[in-house]
């Protein structure tokens, strides 16, 4: 199965400000998936980032707040801009896989996470 | 839309029970996953299984596409199976697919 490296694997900011999150995958994928868990909750897809093409953001999500890069087929990046205390949460990478071969999983496989506190 | 729903929502097991945690869902989908979350916060995959039964040491998962729910069942647990399990079943979204997600199962073992 793919390899996932995320960075940073957690930091505290100041309100006002932003940061940048990457992800960069040890094989080559089509789609790339960012997703927040807020404390507590479960997972919400931020937005699907193509190589490229223009993300496609989900419902109450926007690019001005949330920029995503995705300059070729194994990074990505994602911006958390003009930061809030509400924007504190748990940010993941995701790539999906071919199921290959016998004992293949398959599937969604994600990275370690960000874990963001603003202060 | 569809609906992803998972019991119990807490379980608390002394170590070398076994539990079983269900997932229904409310419409076809394409395909489901199991992810366990460890205390870390790192999602694994556990298993990727549209139907049958697939088994993983002393995990096995079960669906039954046609009744809408899946089942994940847990083994002699240990304190490390300590997380919250997470059921997504895989649905067409457009030109693309996407995960929807139930809430999860969070599992204490205790030694």
């Known amino acids: 199965s793919a390899v996932i490296s995320q960075k940073p694997s957690r930091d505290i900011c100041q309100r006002g400000t932003s940061l940048t999150i990457q992800c960069q995958v040890d094989s080559q994928v089509t789609m790339m998936f960012w997703y927040r868990q807020q404390p507590g909750q479960s997972l919400t897809l931020i937005a699907t980032?193509?190589?490229?093409?223009?993300?496609?953001?989900e419902s109450g999500f926007v690019i001005d707040k949330f920029p995503i890069s995705r300059p070729n087929l194994t990074f990505s990046t994602l911006t958390v801009s003009n930061m809030s205390p509400e924007d504190s949460s748990i940010y993941l990478c995701?790539?999906?896989?071919?199921?290959?071969?016998?004992?293949?999983?398959?599937?969604?496989?994600f990275g370690s996470g960000t874990r963001l506190t603003v202060v | 839309g569809i609906q992803v729903e998972q019991s119990p929502p807490d379980l608390i097991l002394q170590e070398g029970a076994n539990s079983t945690l269900r997932c229904n869902f409310s419409?076809?989908?394409?395909?489901l996953q199991w992810f366990h979350q460890n205390p870390w916060g790192q999602l694994i995959n556990l298993f990727y299984?549209?139907?049958?039964?697939k088994q993983n040491g002393r995990l096995s998962a079960t669906t039954v596409a046609t009744e809408r729910y899946s089942l994940l069942y847990i083994s002699s647990s240990q304190t490390t199976d300590s997380g919250v399990y997470f059921c997504a079943v895989l649905i067409n979204a457009g030109n693309n697919r996407k995960l929807i997600w139930g809430l999860g199962t969070s599992l204490a073992v205790n030694p």
């Open positions: 419409d076809s989908v394409n395909n």
């Open positions: 980032a193509n190589q490229g093409s223009e993300a496609t953001y």
């Open positions: 995701s790539v999906v896989l071919p199921k290959s071969g016998q004992g293949g999983l398959g599937g969604y496989t």
């Open positions: 299984i549209p139907s049958g039964t």
